[in-house]
């Protein structure tokens, strides 16, 4: 198993002189049926480690090997190893969607039946069948998004490579989403997931990393990373439209404000205190409610990149 763990070596890409580095000397390994993600804030340089590993940026330094398969050296090979879903919405607008997902399997050099067996599979997973033959130019965001997964994932590569696979896709199809991702892990593939949903990839990436200005921050499981929290509770409260921050009381410590929520952090013994503060400005008209509980990935995410995920 261990010969196709995939490793990233002191990945660093400048785009220029002027420009600080996307990637800064980035380290890290995926062992087969590992589903790894990868978070941190817009422009970290998440995209753009991905790209290296894909073959369509040149990295500036540092390498990138799947097993014996040197992939900066041999771009083919990255593109024969690795399976990828970029950022960017995949272009199939005069295809129905059955057709894209079978294509996709067969250049990817899925047999036949298999490949529409998978399709299929994938089509009823997703629950996408009421849209199995329309065109792609007529599909919403979200609908593209997943059949871009399943275009992915029909006939995987050693590595799947996900580029925020749930943007615009609804709650109830990103769970089913998030279920083929973890079952693309038990089939043995190595999974690099690149998203901004902190507290979904808590529940389904084996282990993470977060990235900050070009650079590995932390990387662990995600109690492992919590585990820096512990003592400490989540005071979330909902302000009233138009309201200013209020001033925190010295144990609240702010976290992060997302539109009108505010959150933030107090340790275990603070806790009637904390609901108290929040009761009163409740009781003030400056919020409409609050809730106290436990701290979760997302606390770990703020308190080491400084910006809150968008999924709140
Ligand atoms: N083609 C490019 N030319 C110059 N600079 C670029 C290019 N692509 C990305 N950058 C810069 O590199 C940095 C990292 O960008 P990247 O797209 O990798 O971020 P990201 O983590 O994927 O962000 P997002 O979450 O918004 O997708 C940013 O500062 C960005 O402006
Ligand atoms: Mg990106």
């Not at 600080?20 to 087969?32: E, F, H, K, V, Y």
């Not at 932390?218 to 109690?223: D, H, N, R, V, W």
């Amino acid at each position: 198993m261990d010969d196709w763990v995939f490793r990233v070596d002191e990945l660093t890409k400048s785009y220029g002189d002027d420009a600080p580095l996307a990637n800064d000397g980035i380290t890290l390994q995926i062992r087969p049926g590992e589903v790894y993600g990868l978070l941190g804030p817009n422009g970290a340089g998440k995209s753009t480690l991905v790209k290296q590993v894909i073959g369509l940026l040149e990295p500036t330094k540092g390498s990138i090997t799947i097993g014996p398969y040197d992939l900066v050296a041999d771009p083919d090979h990255a593109r024969q190893l690795c399976s990828y879903l970029p950022q960017a919405q995949m272009p199939i607008a005069s295809f129905k969607v059955r057709e894209a997902i079978e294509i996709a399997g067969s250049i990817r050099g899925g047999g036949g039946a298999d490949v529409k067996r998978r399709t299929n599979e994938l089509i009823e997973a997703l629950d996408l069948g009421e849209w199995r033959d329309t065109l792609g130019a007529k599909l919403s965001g979200g609908v593209k998004r997943l059949v871009g997964f399943a275009m992915t994932s029909v006939w995987p590569g050693k590595l799947v490579i996900l580029d925020e696979p749930t943007n615009d896709v609804d709650p109830l199809r990103r769970r089913m989403l998030w279920a083929e991702i973890r079952r693309l892990g038990e089939a043995g593939t190595a999974v690099l997931l690149v998203t901004h949903n902190v507290l979904e990839a808590e529940k389904s990436v084996d282990r993470l990393a977060i990235i900050n200005e070009g650079r590995l921050i932390a990387e662990g499981t995600s109690s492992s990373l919590k585990a820096t929290d512990s003592g400490s509770l989540r005071l979330q409260v909902m302000l009233a439209p138009g309201t200013e921050t209020p001033a925190l009381p010295e144990f609240v410590r702010f976290e992060g404000r997302v539109g009108h929520n505010l959150v933030s952090a107090i340790t275990e013994s603070d806790a009637s205190a904390g609901i108290a503060w929040a009761q009163r400005l409740m009781a003030e008209g400056l919020a409409e409610e609050y809730a106290l509980g436990a701290t979760t990935l997302e606390d770990a995410y703020i308190r080491l990149t400084g910006h809150v995920s968008e999924e709140l």
